[in-house]
């Protein structure tokens, strides 16, 4: 009679040192998926901040072009103007559109995208000062409309 040690198993035999080759290569396919997942993730998050910053300094540009246009404007009607009521007045017909002549304020706007503008606004100083203007705002706006979710019921704290 044939012992069992001897006995010899036909058939396919898969010891722990396989599963755990196959575990391991398992792993390693789905850190990888994981990894492609997240590079791709971070650059399309890095192309939407690109886009942003370009847009940002594209307005940026068109609004130093307006603030050097105005300034050529104060210079040519501070020349001409030989009081301050006329210089107001000239300043007043020129840049109609975007001087506040009760506030000697210039205030205008470039659009960055459907959402945001870069607004500047500036103080005409009067005609005896060194200088022209002063920079009062150069910001960021939002101008998208903001709509609060009221469709969730939350409780009020009565019964």
Known sequence: ??????????????????????????????FAVLSLMSALSEKHLQDRSMGVTFDYYEADALCEEHLAEIDEILISERAKAVSEHDYKERLNARIRSMYDSENDLISFSESINENLILHVEIKVLPRGSEKRYTLLKWQEENIADYEIDQSMPVWTGEF
Request: aromatic share 6%; proline share 3%; net charge positive.
């Open 1 to 30: 009679m044939e012992s069992e040690k001897g006995k010899r198993f036909n058939g396919i035999q898969i010891g722990i040192p396989s599963l755990v080759v196959i575990f391991a290569v398992l792993c390693l396919v789905v």
